[in-house]
């Protein structure tokens, strides 16, 4: 009933940048929180930023001020910036809503399916 699509993952260089967007469809009425993961390969899926309805966010230490986590309510799309990539952020992003209502009642997570994001020279 909920899905996510996420776009923007792609090939950039050591300090380059990418821009994230994740799009919730469905008979949506509210989010209470929309994240980005994500998980390098043989690691576990960590948190990398957090934004509520509300615009308050959570960032992991290693990319505070270097990535921005926005949201357009409106649209129930959360968007990530990434500037000053690095090699060891090269993973699959995935987009996680959280706290779903839709029109009929409560919903719940969801989770979309991940885009790849490769930062090498």
């Known amino acids: 009933q909920v899905q996510l699509v996420e776009s923007g993952g792609g090939l950039v260089q050591p300090g380059g940048s990418l821009r994230l967007s994740c799009a919730a469809s469905g008979r949506i009425f509210s989010i209470d929180r929309m994240a980005w993961y994500r998980q390098a390969p043989g690691k576990q899926r960590e948190l990398v930023a957090a934004?509520?309805?509300?615009?308050?966010?959570t960032y992991a230490d290693s990319v505070k001020g270097r990535f921005t986590i926005s949201r357009d309510n409106a649209k129930n799309t959360v968007y990530l910036q990434m500037n000053g990539l690095k090699p060891e952020e090269m993973a699959v992003y995935y987009c996680n809503a959280d706290g779903i209502k839709l029109r009929s009642g409560w919903y719940g997570s969801s989770w979309g399916q991940g885009t790849q994001v490769t930062v090498s020279s």
């Open positions: 934004i509520t309805s509300h615009g308050s966010t």
